[in-house]
């Protein structure tokens, strides 16, 4: 079973910042890759970024890329997505996810196993 658990939610203005961490534990398998996933209200779960078990590979969606940055840490168990230049749009709950490593080829392809329980961000005019 893996665990995980996000942090670093808030409520910030239009322009800020956030940095949003995920803790990773549990039996993973080895090595596994991780995404960051968002639900707006109203609205079904939706792909934000996702990185590769090395870190080598990293993929955004076009809303994110160039604002958020995804990364981790693999001696803390850790997936960071830093968030900068945030709009009212980015009001959502965020979630990361965990799948075997294969998934960093397609994050497309299936729904990861792993979930976290999300963290809410706030973003205000």
């Known amino acids: 079973q893996v665990h995980l658990v996000e942090s670093g939610g808030g409520s910030v203005q239009t322009g800020g910042s956030l940095r949003l961490s995920c803790a990773v534990s549990g039996r993973t398998g080895g090595r596994y890759a991780v995404g960051w996933f968002r639900q707006l209200p109203g609205q079904e779960r939706e792909f934000v970024a996702g990185i590769s078990w090395s870190g080598g590979s990293t993929l955004y969606e076009d809303y994110a890329k160039g604002r958020f940055t995804i990364s981790r840490d693999n001696a803390k168990n850790t997936v960071d997505l830093q968030m900068n230049n945030l709009k009212p749009e980015d009001t959502a709950v965020y979630y990361c996810?965990?799948?075997?490593?294969?998934?960093?080829?397609?994050?497309?392809?299936?729904?990861?196993?792993?979930w976290g329980q999300g963290t809410q961000v706030t973003v205000s005019s």
């Open positions: 996810a965990a799948e075997s490593k294969e998934w960093s080829e397609d994050y497309f392809s299936k729904r990861p196993g792993y």
